[in-house]
């Protein structure tokens, strides 16, 4: 009896270890997954007016200040690893629409980082630009964290902003939602995706321990998901009247 137990131990230490790698990979790679069809279908059509590049912006500086507050709070490496992935496939698909962007566009005036110009900010002409936003931000931010590295409440803080930022990311299509009284044109599939990832990762920050700030964040996107979810079944079930300037539904989370 004793020899049965010794030997389902030893089996189900090697698949414990298994299954946690997977989990880990899957919270390393699962959040660039729905962008891979994205990037396809832009490079395919040619037409970027799907992707919302401001979707690039938000990823871009909360991840960042993830990345930051790993050096005043040590977590999980498998999320540290996420938020490198993540900004790579974000400048991956900044390249990539900026270039389409600007072969359809009819206008021969340029739009540079270095104007200054808030009016244009984040619609620069060049991946370039781009590049030179995101390092000035990532100097500027390294900087404050060095000099506020010890200030517990600066950490904490810095954790909270960069996990509550992409928390937000599904509240413009919950909002736009609201305002067209209508669900039409929007992927159910894509809600149902992002609400099963949501769930996988915050059942992953609560389960190893993360800092409060990423399972408060993931509660809070599991929240928003399903609120969509139910605006569909809400305004499929009980049709509203159309808001008399309906706008395209194009969400600005993760298309």
Not at 20 to 27: D, E, L, N, P, T
Not at 44 to 57: L, P
Not at 112 to 141: H, N, P
Not at 193 to 204: E, H, L, N, R, V
Request: glycine share 4%.
């Amino acid at each position: 009896m004793e020899e049965s137990l010794s030997s389902l131990k030893q089996l189900a230490l090697p698949v414990s270890k298994l299954a946690s790698w997977i989990a880990a990979g899957a919270m390393v790679f699962g959040g660039v997954v729905p962008y891979i069809p994205q990037y396809r279908d832009i490079k395919r059509t040619q037409n970027a007016e799907g992707f919302s590049i401001y979707v690039c912006f938000v990823l871009l500086v909360a991840n960042i200040l993830r990345i930051f507050f790993w050096f005043g709070r040590y977590f999980e490496p498998p999320l540290l690893l996420q938020s490198i992935i993540m900004i790579i496939t974000m400048l991956v698909m900044l390249k990539l629409c900026t270039a389409v962007r600007m072969a359809s566009e009819l206008t021969t005036r340029r739009r540079a980082f270095s104007d200054f110009d808030l009016q244009y900010f984040w619609l620069w002409s060049r991946f370039i630009d781009y590049i030179q936003c995101v390092l000035a931000f990532t100097v500027v931010a390294a900087y404050i964290t060095y000099l506020l590295i010890d200030s517990s409440l600066f950490v904490e803080t810095l954790g909270f902003f960069a996990v509550f930022t992409e928390a937000m990311l599904g509240t413009p299509q919950l909002y736009r939602n609201y305002e067209n009284k209508s669900t039409e044109g929007m992927s159910i599939t894509m809600v149902l995706m992002w609400a099963s990832g949501d769930t996988f990762k915050t059942a992953y920050f609560i389960l190893n321990q993360a800092p409060f700030q990423f399972w408060i964040c993931g509660l809070l996107q599991v929240c928003v998901d399903i609120t969509i979810l139910f605006q569909a079944y809400y305004y499929d079930r009980y049709p509203q009247k159309p808001s008399s300037h309906t706008v395209p539904s194009t969400s600005t989370k993760a298309l």
